[in-house]
Every structure is written in C-alpha cells, then in structure tokens.
C-alpha cells in the first residue's frame, strides 16, 4: 500500500528515492489545492511558481535524507526568488534565514538519533516556518512576492517544514524521544501564538495581519504537536491521540483558508491599489462576492464555531486541559499558564479577524480607490471559491476529516487513542436552524416588513455635506485606532520598545551590532601598517615559545 | 428506553421555552429590584415584553453608509446565543443536548456572537459603534483567558468540560468548599458581569455615554434589528446566570429522565435566579462603572484567580487519581 520510487538522478551511486507513506500522503493532499488556487491567482505561467511547488512535493515525498533536502532548498530557493521579485529587502532577511535553517538542517538529518539532532531540526524547520523567536522574517517576507505566491507560503511551506519537524520528531529519532522534547515545542508555540497574535491585532497592513496570523497558526499547530510529542514519550495515549488530532486537522484548516484569504488580498491590491487597512473601507458594496470569501476566511482564521478553524481549537484546548492533569507539578503549573495564553491568543485571533473584515470592508470607503473597486477578478474569485467550498467539509464535518486522520496518528504514535469529536457543528447548525425558522415566522406573522434606508444617524452628526458622499473619512474608527488600546493594554508588556517584535528588538539587532563591530574589527586589520603586522607577528611567535617553553618545563 | 428518550425530549423542549420565554422577565426583574435598591418604584416586571413588543411594530432603519450584510449580524448574533443558551442546563440535568454542552463550544458560541455585535457597531463607519467594538475586543481579551483557566479547574475536579458533566458531578460528588472553587467562583463572576455589559464594566442603563461598550454598537439598529440585538442582551444574561448557577449551585436541578424530579428543579431554578438577579441589583447599586483602562486590571486579577485556584488544586493534590 505504500508505494516506493526511484529516480536515476541525485547523489552518484544512490540516486534519490520517494516513498509515500500516509503522513506524505496527507501534506501532499493539504497542498494539492493550494498549488491549484495559486496558479489560477495567476502565477500559472510562472516558471519559478512551479519549481516552488515542485520542491515542496519532492521534500513531502522523500525517503532519503538526501532528497528531503533537496526537494526543501529548492523550495527555499525557488521562493527567494518569487520574494525579490516584489521586495528586495525582505529577500535578502529572507535568504540569510533559510541559510541558517540550511546550516542547522544540513547537519542534523545525517546526525545519530539524540538531542541534539532534535534541536537541530527544531531550529532548521523550526525557523522555516516561522516558529518563535526564529519568526521575524515572516510578517516581512510573506506579504513581498504576488499574491498567489504569498498564499502557497503561508499555507504551504510553513506544512513543509511543519511536516520535517513531525517527521523527524515522531519517525526518525523516535527512539531516543523524551517527554522534555515536547516542552520544547509547547513553549516555542506558545510564544508564536501569543506574538503572532498581537501583532496580528496590531499591524496596519493586510498582507501583514495575514503574515502574523499565520505565526499565530504555526505556533497552535507546534503546541498541539508539543503535547502530542510528551504524551508519546510519557505514553499517555490520550494527550497523544488529541494533540496530533488537533495538529493535524489544524494544518488541514489552516492550508485552506490562509491561502483564501491572501489571494483575497491579492485582489483587494488589484482592486484598490493598496492594502493598508485605513484606505480601505466598505470594500464589501463594490465586491461583495470577494467580501463573502473573506468573511468565510476570516471566520476560520478566528476559530469561531461552524468555521472550519473551531474543530482543531476545541481539539486544543482539550489537549492541553489533559495535558494539565497529568506530569510534575511545574509541568501542571506551565500548562495552565498555556490555556491562559491559548485563550488570550484566540480572543485576539477573533479581534484582529473582526478589525480585518469589518475596518476593511465595512464601514464607509476612506479613499476614492476603496469607493470605485470593483468586483474581483474571475480567476483568484474561483481558486477563493474552490478553497471555499472545500472549507465546508472541514468546518461541518470535522468528525469525518478526522477519521481520515487516523492512519496518520496511528503512524506518527501507535499507542495514541482518538476517541470521537465531541463538537458536532451539525446539531448546532440543526439547532441555529430550528429557532432561525421560529424566529423568522414570528417576525413575519407580528413584526413590520421592510427596511427603510435612511443616513446614519451617527451620534447626532446627522448626513454629510455634498462634497463629501461618504462623510468625513477622518470620523470614522480607522485600524490604528481600533488596535491602539490593546497594544496599550498589553503591547508594552510583551512587544519591545516602540511596538517593535521582540524577536527583532532582542535578537535581530544586537545580531546586527555584533556584525558591525566584527567589519570595523575586520576592517582595522586590513588597514593595519606594516610595523603593527610585524610586531603582531612577533608577538604571536614570542607568546607561542612562551607557552611551548612552560608546557616542557612543567 | 423510548420513555426516557421522550422525557428527555420534553424536558428540552420545556428548558429551550423557559429560557427563551423568561429571558426578557430576567432582565425586568433585574432593573426592576435595581429601581428599589435605589428607592425608585421602577418599572413593571413586565417591561422588557412591552419594549420588545414595541420595538416589533417599529419600521427598521437602516443607514445608507452601511453594506448588505447590515441585517446579518443581529441574526448570526441571536442565532449564537440562542443555541447556546439551548446547552446550558436549567431546571435539569440530562437534556438531549447535554453531550454538546462542552463548555469550549458554548465559550465559541459567545465568541461569535460577540463578534457579530462587533462588526455590527462596524457596519455605519461611526465613531461610537468602532468605540465600541475596540473595547468589546480589548475586554475579550482577558475575558476569555481568565475562562480557560478557570474551566481547567472544573475540568480537573469534575473529569469533564461539559457543563452537564460539571454539574452533575458537582451535584454528586462530595466536593465540599474549597479555596479553589472560591477563586473560581470570583473569576467567573468577574468575567461574566464584562461578558453581560453589567457595572463594573459596563452600564446597561446608560445611553450615550462616551464610555458606553454594548449600547455603542447598537446605536445605528432601529426596529426588528435593535430588538434581536437588545433580546440577545436578554439571553446571554439568562444564560450566564444559568451557567453559574449549574455550576456553583447544583442542588436541587432535576433530571430529565424522572418527570417527578422536575416542579422542584423548576421551582429551585427560579429561586436560583431570582437571588441572583437580586444579588445583582444589589451589587450594581453599591458599585460605580470602571474607566475603560481598568478593565484589562480587574479582568487580569480574574485571569490571576483562575490560575491561583489551578495552582491550588494542584498543590493540594486532590486531582490525579
């Protein structure tokens, strides 16, 4: 059942082998409609689009180390490129991360089973798809390439790496895993989430916010693997069974209604010329088919119940609830803290998913631009719709996608159990549906019909002069406005000075500081005179006798 | 077999028209027993009914500014609680929807329709609906972590989420009165007074107020709208009160399988609300309304609270097993 190739090129003497297993099978499958949905936002007739894709593939289907990251620098590669096509400066963060993930990967894959493989591979992968502190580049380099391009690396590349890190973690070094591996990967995930979130609540731009949800949903998927990884090592067969349930249907989710969402903010750019969310405004009278789309998008990035995100949230929050009743009392302690975290993450989730839809495309327009757009174009209109409706099933029918699931569970963690989902969005749905049609009849039978549209009354200001149809753009709640009390509120605490993300504030920069001293250290060497090199010469020779003679006399 | 299913079916059918039917009667007695505190005579008990019912033959309005969705959100808003409100148990335990009634699907449910009241104040581009929305969105923050941390504590003492579950353990077991449960007990009560739009968070008498939450949002809504928006209003206080009261005061709720059990879980669940709407009045009268920035402290020490209780029940041990 489980094919094998071999193909003729790679390595001298060995080639490159593929094999799909069901954990390929499945990020293969999670990827399929991205890819599709991308090419018809347009990129079809790029080369470069489709050795991405092929690199992704090739990277999901290999048997050897070799061909894992082949198929992985490729997709690296192939996306630096689409990157620099729409921004220089982010590429070159760009490049300069997925060479360290490079550096780490490298060594780790043909390292023996151990720890420190494990931290390798956590790093490497880890960076690549934007775990915390590693996740920097993300928010920056994600919204630069095309819109079709953004949506196949915000739902595609970071499963990539995802899929190294649970291939490694759960198959290759599983023998020598500990429960501390998980810890490792709860807390990077929790500090995603909880970063990712903010600056999702916070920033000002589109493609942005997009950005920071996904190092948000990365960093719920890690948290959900994180405690899958401990329960395997403690085996405790339930904490297993639901982390990787909800890692995985995540991931399943999350491959389909980010990339929606991007190519949907691909066509606002198209539409209006921008994407910053205060020139945006009402976007939802002039493209409404588009403005559906992203609602149904946003309910998923939100996790609200009947989307397609609630399923692997509900599975989540279980996991960890588990994960709190069992282990040492610290363990116990960092896993409440979790839910605290998890629960202040999916509030903020839901508030920046509301700013995105109802500051952007609800409201009154704030530019002429967001007035004029128009509907959006056919091709991205129909990759969204395909996304769309393959959201359905995950959103109504998360019990039957997990029973999908469970070849892979049982693959990556035999012993995991996965007792059946006990959120059935169909019954609420039924439920919605009974008192949705009691309430209607009642309207009917005693209320008034119609709606009479008349200006707003907006606090007493009553209508607008003439000149301006849509009033004052500048008496209108505007996204920075909207965020600026919880960047108040909890910005300070957690972001560095100057609302700048710590990763950058505590990592980036002194990073940065140490280069510039090490080119003016270089720099003074080369401009050294000739009696400075001379005499560093010699004392470089009088200090070698010196240790050379103390170590014969001793 | 079949008796009990159609027991059950009754007794779910008898709590989803209690609730809907005695939700507004909540509210009146509420604003009513507040009137006294406060040495005014008051309005009827029946007041609410009367405004809904004005609010029925009123034209619906609605601002040219606003897009088409304008109408979907009092809906999707009502729609939420009201299912929610169908999982909460009552006068019983043991309804037909009791295995839906986890209590992360019922924090979803409240989720979305804090959310759709959000995008509502959103739609007309006004200053006051945004206002509203943003401080709706700053409280949810601490409002839902303090949630989850308090769930993991019912969680750990009842080995289930399912607010069905948590009572009837709670109703069973011999838990007795911990420091924990009283922790809890103050965090959700913090959390649920933000999540109903009550002082100290948020005055529910006060219209047009610069630092009104859930009256701003609704500013634009006229006619059918505003009567969906104000009965959802009415509801999600019916059903936190429900909520705390099967959680913290379990005793005496019927179950739904023996029809002999249920006058006195009918009449324990009235008492149960009417000393907590009283409780509520009175509490109301002897506190001011917070500035909007106090809030994310008050709902921070609830978050605090709920971890405190966790730590607790971890230290004393009394989980495991």
Known sequence: MTPSFALYVGLPGQGMHLHLDALSLLFLGILLPQVVAGAMAGMRKSVTFWVFALGMGLALAAADAFTLIFGFELMSAASWLLVLRGDQKPATLYVGTAIFSAACLIPAVFLPAGPLAFLLIVLGAGAKAGLAPLHFWLPRAHPAPPAGVSALMSGGMVKV?????IRYAFVVLAPAAQPWWGGVLVAAGAASVLIGALRAMLEGELKTVLACSTVEHVGLITVGLGIALRGKAMDDATMAGLGLQAA???????????????????????????????????LVRGMPKLGLLMLAGAAGMSAMPLGPGFAPEFLLLHAAIAAAGSGGIIARIGFTALLAVLGVGAALALGAAVRLFGIGFLGRPRTLQAAAAEEARRGPLAGMALLGALCVPVALLPGLVLNLLTPVILELAPQAQTPPLAYAPLSLAVLAGLVAGAGWLALRRYGVRGTREVAAWNGGFGKAPPWLPFGDPAAQPSATGFAEPIGRAIGRGLLAPGGADPAEAFLLAPLQRLHTRGVRLAERIRRATIRQRLAFVFAALVVFLLALGLGEGS | MLLTLLLRLLATLLHAALMFGLAPLLMGVVSTLRAWALGRRGPAFVQPYRDLYKL????????DTASQLFSAWPVAGVLALAVAAMLVPGFSTGLLTAPLSDLITILGLLGLARAATMLGGLEAGSGFGGAGAWREALYGVFAEGALLVVLLCFGLLAHTVTVDGIALAFATQHIGISVSLGFALAAILAVGLTETGRIPTDNPSGHLELAMVHEAMLLEYSGRNLLLLNYAAMLRLALWMSLIGSIFLPFGMARAADILSWPGGLLLWALKLGAMAAALAVFEVSSAKMRVFRVPEFLGVAMLLGMLAGIFLFVAARIGA
């Open chain 1, 161 to 165: 790496a995802l899929y190294v890190i």
């Open chain 1, 248 to 282: 995985l249907l995540y991931a399943v989710a999350h491959g389909l209604y980010k990339p929606l969402l991007f190519i949907g903010a691909g066509e606002v750019k198209h539409g209006v010329g921008t994407t910053a969310l205060d020139w945006l405004g009402g």
């Open chain 2, 56 to 63: 029925l033959r009123k034209a619906t309005l609605a601002p």
